[in-house]
């Protein structure tokens, strides 16, 4: 047997202090040593152990308590590296020792997270000041998105991720809500299409111009008007084109065709109360969602049933997220009936007790959980606070394992995730935040410190980026190129993300192909029809091209005259929206005149 010297937990890194038991000469005793560092929350136990011969406990020397100062890894004026956090004394045998996992191995143990220069932020921003717990923020690999205060209604800003330093404020906004803007999504298969929820219960898809706006931009190509109250919530499928989901808070959730602007599904039954967050799962066969009743439900949206169900998976009043993670289970963040900060991570096959439960801090902001499926890490971001937590998600017990926090003077008023395609691939980054402040916006960058990064400063000329290329910490992701069509997808298709390779680093001209799907999104603003955009518009062209002559036979007739059908109602929807456009120049005329 042995006599160990090993740490507890019960502080904060670097604060504080603790008593540490030594021996009479006051350093530790002869014998090996080994390191331990075990998280809880944002509280890290660093353990030194140490394991010394005995042949009778009483024969030991008495442990004399010694208060020291803890700061770093080392404890002030005893020159012992490595002893922190010391205050237990236990009895083990050393051969059971040489047999326990110290330190958990992970290559995420030493991400650390790091501003850029003031030069490289977006200054001059007036960010939205409405009470609701949304990100306000949306950033994809060509452009960031920002949700600003506006008179007279609701905007946000658009800017060029070049686009860099003070803000002009005359510059353009999109703006065609009438009420103020709650929440914004960029479309995963189109960097250059947007969706907006409003005060004013309209969902609108924005086609933003390829080089960025240059003037305000107030007619959005499809109106999606549907829900009776305020929409807090729109978020996109990810893997079928054009559909997308909209929660507001009439307690409703729509999912959208917006290729045709046809409402699929209408779920107003499973929702008592208001909804605050929506998740697709991995291939957007689910959706989990949080609620008022501080419920978290998992949803098959086109059975529209409830396939899962967990009655106050946080017992606080204050508002919680759901998110679901690549292998199905579900992360949860919320408050304890004490007002504490918890997260929780759930196996959707059993509800009845989470997997996990943590607790944090006792802080009043919302939990903002932002999810890399790539890494299996989870950053989790407070509104009002100045720091962003990550955890590492694995299969072991305890299952949520802290990493690291990343913290800054300011508070967050939102935050932006870049998707893992915009990264820089040469410079390890694993992920790129976009933190609103007050009137300004700062991409903060997390990294994995590797050796090679030096290197490769020095012997680019010699080395390809190939060679640079971290294999381990970018496996194939996302990609821009959607899996299935909104039809399919109806029809009970499902389909995992189409993915692609880092390795050469992603090239947005690379990506251009999706013209046709924006040539989709800006063509299927036509009422609902049971034929592909892509192809309705293509039957257009030749129906008009065609001689009369050639078509022959009753088949080839009715074919002609659902060309003739479609196009009255295209002409219709053409005229319609001039008319729309005659009223919206007539107020904005009165606007500006002053009148009310």
């Known amino acids: 047997m042995g006599r160990v010297l090993q740490s507890a937990s019960g502080l904060s890194c670097g604060q504080g202090q603790q008593s540490v038991h030594l021996s009479p000469s006051g350093h530790p005793p002869g014998g090996d040593s080994v390191v331990r560092t075990s998280v809880t929350g944002e509280t890290e136990t660093r353990s030194v152990v ?14 004399v308590p010694l208060h020291a100062a803890v700061g770093g890894l080392g404890i002030s004026g005893l020159g012992w590296a490595g002893l ?9 045998c050393p051969a059971e020792m040489s047999f326990r996992k110290v330190v958990r191995q992970s290559k995420f143990r030493h991400v ?19 009470t609701w717990d949304s990100t306000f923020c949306a950033v994809n690999p060509k452009f960031l998105a920002v949700i600003v205060e506006a008179s007279g209604g609701g905007a946000f800003l658009v800017l060029p991720l070049s686009k860099t330093g003070r803000i002009d404020k005359a510059y353009p906004t999109v703006c065609g809500h009438t009420g103020p803007v709650l929440d914004i999504d960029w479309c995963p298969h189109n960097d250059e299409v947007i969706a907006s929820g409003s005060e004013d219960c309209t969902v609108m898809v924005w086609q933003i111009p390829e080089n960025g706006l240059t003037s305000p931009l107030t007619e959005p190509v499809v109106v999606l008007e549907g829900h009776t109250k305020r929409v807090g919530i729109v978020t996109w499928h990810p893997t079928a084109r054009n559909v997308l989901l909209s929660a507001g808070c009439d307690n409703v959730v729509l999912i959208w065709n917006v ?5 699929l599904y209408r779920l107003d039954s499973l929702h008592p109360d208001l909804i605050y967050n929506v998740s697709w799962n991995h291939n957007g066969s689910l959706f989990c969602s949080a609620c008022k009743d501080k419920n978290v439900r998992i949803v098959d949206p086109r059975r529209g049933t409830l396939v899962a169900e967990r009655e106050k ?76 937590r990550y955890f590492e998600i ?14 800054s003077k300011e508070p967050q008023r939102g935050m932006g995730s870049m998707p ?19 009137r300004k916006c700062e991409p903060i960058v997390m990294t994995v410190p590797r050796k090679s990064q030096a290197g490769a400063r020095l012997k680019a000329c010699a080395r390809s980026s190939s060679d640079l290329f971290q294999d381990d910490l970018y496996p194939d992701t996302a990609g821009p190129e959607a899996a299935l069509e909104a039809e399919e997808w109806v029809s009970g298709r499902d389909a995992d993300p189409i993915l692609i390779s880092l390795r050469e680093a992603y090239v ?30 293509s039957t257009v062209v030749t129906g008009d091209a065609a001689p009369s002559g050639s078509l022959t036979g009753t088949g080839e007739a009715g074919k002609l005259e659902e060309v003739m059908q479609e196009l009255r109602a295209l002409r219709a929807l053409v005229k319609e929206q001039g008319e729309r456009i005659g009223r919206l120049e007539e107020q904005l005329g009165r606007l500006e005149n002053g009148d009310t």
């Open 84 to 92: 922190g956090w010391a205050d237990l004394i236990q009895t083990v």
């Open 112 to 130: 650390f997270g790091q501003p850029v220069k003031n030069d490289q932020c977006y200054e001059d921003i007036r960010v939205s000041r409405v």
């Open 50 to 63: 140490m394991i010394w011969p005995c042949l009778h406990p009483p024969l030991c020397p008495s442990p």
């Open 313 to 388: 998976a946080h017992e606080g009043a204050r508002p919680m997220r759901a998110i679901f993670l690549a292998d199905g289970k579900v992360f949860t963040t919320g408050f304890s009936r004490m007002s504490e900060r918890q997260l929780a991570l759930w196996d959707p096959e059993n509800l009845k007790e989470p997997m996990a439960l943590q607790e944090l801090d006792s802080s009043n902001g919302a939990l903002l959980p932002f999810y890399d499926p790539d890494t299996s890490v989870v950053y989790v971001c407070g509104k009002g606070d100045s720091s962003i």
């Open 420 to 438: 893992k395609r915009g990264l820089e691939v040469s410079k390890c980054e694993i992920a790129r935040f976009y933190k609103l402040h007050e």
């Open 508 to 537: 947005p001209s690379k990506q251009r192909d999706l013209k046709v799907s924006r040539r989709n999104v800006l063509s299927d603003s036509r009422p609902a029809s049971c034929t592909r955009p892509g192809t309705a518009t």
């Open 394 to 407: 694995t299969d072991e017990p305890p299952y949520i394992h802290f990493l690291n926090t990343f913290t």
């Open 259 to 263: 290729g045709t602007a046809e409402e």
